[in-house]
Structures are given as C-alpha cells and as structure tokens.
C-alpha cells in the first residue's frame, strides 16, 4: 500500500521561504505522477501543481513562479519550494498520487503552513 508523508510545513513571515517534503512508501515511485494541494480555511481544497515521472511539471497559474514543484526518485520524496509567501497562501498542504488512475487517488495527512504578515 503506498503511504504519502508531508512535511515542512510551519510559521513563516511574509516574504519569506519553506520546502515541503513529501516521502513516499512503495516501489513504483519513479513511474508515479506527483501533485500538490493546499486548502486553505473555508475554502475548497486548490490544485497547484503536478510533476510527471518525467519530471515534466505543470503550476496553477496562483503560485507559478513562487513555488517550484520537483521529485527525487532516489529518496522517494516529492518536494514544493515556496518562495516570497504571502499571507494568503496560509493553508493545509497535501500531496497526493496518481496510483490507479489518471487523477490523484491517493493523498498524504497534509502540513500547516502559515504565511503571518
């Protein structure tokens, strides 16, 4: 069974920087899609971006250019590097999988980032 485990997450000032990891258990890694996922309070969960096991990668057009989504297939770890946050992007963070379809299909517990101003 393939487990997803964020991690990162915490109180940063606005401006500033974090990377979240996500480790992921099973051996099918290098051939999985990878996504990350925020939902911040009250609202819906919001798609962010996608790496292929290409390492082709796709942003939401809300965060391209601040985040940088990457995978290392050697660590089992997906990662998203978010610079010059902002208070809006205080959310709960997930990654997720794309195991049995086309779509994310399997989803981590998520990590607190809060961006205070």
């Known amino acids: 069974q393939v487990q997803l485990v964020e991690s990162g997450g915490g109180l940063v000032q606005a401006g500033g920087s974090l990377k979240l990891s996500c480790v992921v258990s099973g051996s099918l890694f290098s051939y999985t899609r990878f996504y990350w996922y925020r939902q911040a309070p009250g609202k819906q969960r919001e798609f962010l971006a996608n790496?292929?096991?290409?390492?082709?990668?796709y942003y939401t057009s809300s965060i391209k250019g601040r985040f940088t989504i990457s995978r290392d297939n050697d660590k089992n770890t997906v990662y998203l590097q978010m610079d010059s946050l902002k208070p809006e992007d205080t959310a709960v963070y997930s990654c997720a999988a794309a195991i049995d379809g086309i779509g994310p299909d399997t989803w981590g517990q998520g990590t607190q980032v809060t961006v205070a101003s």
């Open positions: 790496i292929e096991s290409t390492g082709y990668t």
